[in-house]
């Protein structure tokens, strides 16, 4: 298990800071090396998600540049990017796309510009559900669409966790249960994504 904080200096808070201002309306994004629990340097990206002011995607240059940091004992400790105008929550489109689980996903939301907030969690996945039983949970929890063909139900960690049977996590964990309808396969398989907020100390 990765610990649960993430020590971030000053400095590279203000480049976060600096490059989502940079790129608003679109959503900056970009790649922290670290090592532990504490980021050394950043790694600005460019963000060539097909809408960059709903979405991002880091550019496959960076993403490549971020594998070979393994090669001096660093990690891709964090990914970064942006919300102009939500919360520094993670949305059901960052939870489909989250596919790096012992990297911590930091958001900066400009929602209030004069006041940007930063937080960070681990966007894990915790199962998968085909067949009889992801029809039974298309069938009984109320999915909305959040971009074309991809449906999310959201539930808060303060939230009842629903009667439905197999659901692998314990009260008090927030989490997605996200299906792709154009998946191919009848019924699309559900995927659950744990969403644990990670203790984030700016370090001065």
Same mark, same amino acid.
């Given at each position: 298990?990765?610990?649960?904080?993430?020590?971030?200096?000053?400095?590279?808070?203000?480049?976060?800071?600096?490059?989502?201002?940079?790129?608003?309306?679109?959503?900056?994004?970009?790649?922290?090396?670290?090592?532990?629990?504490?980021?050394?340097?950043?790694?600005?990206?460019?963000?060539?998600?097909?809408?960059?002011?709903?979405?991002?995607?880091?550019?496959?240059?960076?993403?490549?540049?971020?594998?070979?940091?393994?090669?001096?004992?660093?990690?891709?400790?964090?990914?970064?990017?942006?919300?102009?105008?939500?919360? !520094?929550?993670?949305?059901?489109? *960052?939870?489909?796309?989250?596919?790096? $689980?012992?990297? %911590?996903? &930091? @958001?900066?939301? +400009?929602?209030?510009?004069?006041?940007?907030?930063?937080?960070?969690?681990?966007?894990?996945?915790?199962?998968?559900?085909?067949?009889?039983?992801?029809?039974?949970?298309?069938?009984?929890?109320?999915?909305?669409?959040?971009?074309?063909?991809?449906?999310?139900?959201?539930?808060?960690?303060?939230?009842?966790?629903?009667?439905?049977?197999?659901?692998?996590?314990?009260?008090?964990? !927030?989490?997605?249960?996200?299906? *792709?309808?154009?998946?191919?396969?009848? $019924?699309?398989? %559900?995927? &659950? @994504?744990?969403? +644990?907020?990670?203790?984030?100390?700016?370090?001065?």
């Amino acid at each position: 298990m990765k610990p649960s904080r993430l020590i971030l200096p000053h400095t590279l808070h203000r480049a976060i800071v600096a490059h989502a201002r940079a790129e608003y309306p679109n959503e900056a994004c970009g790649l922290l090396r670290g090592r532990n629990d504490r980021a050394l340097d950043i790694l600005p990206a460019r963000n060539v998600a097909a809408d960059p002011r709903r979405d991002y995607q880091v550019d496959a240059q960076n993403l490549l540049r971020a594998l070979r940091w393994e090669d001096r004992g660093d990690e891709l400790i964090a990914i970064y990017h942006s919300h102009p105008s939500s919360p !520094a929550y993670p949305s059901a489109v *960052d939870a489909a796309n989250a596919f790096y $689980p012992d990297s %911590v996903y &930091l @958001i900066l939301s +400009l929602q209030r510009p004069d006041a940007p907030e930063l937080r960070g969690f681990y966007l894990r996945p915790e199962a998968l559900f085909q067949g009889e039983t992801a029809a039974v949970f298309l069938r009984d929890i109320p999915f909305e669409q959040v971009r074309p063909g991809l449906w999310a139900f959201h539930l808060a960690s303060d939230a009842a966790l629903p009667v439905l049977e197999p659901l692998p996590l314990s009260a008090g964990i !927030a989490f997605y249960l996200l299906f *792709d309808e154009n998946s191919g396969r009848q $019924p699309p398989p %559900v995927r &659950l @994504i744990s969403v +644990l907020p990670v203790a984030l100390t700016i370090q001065l």
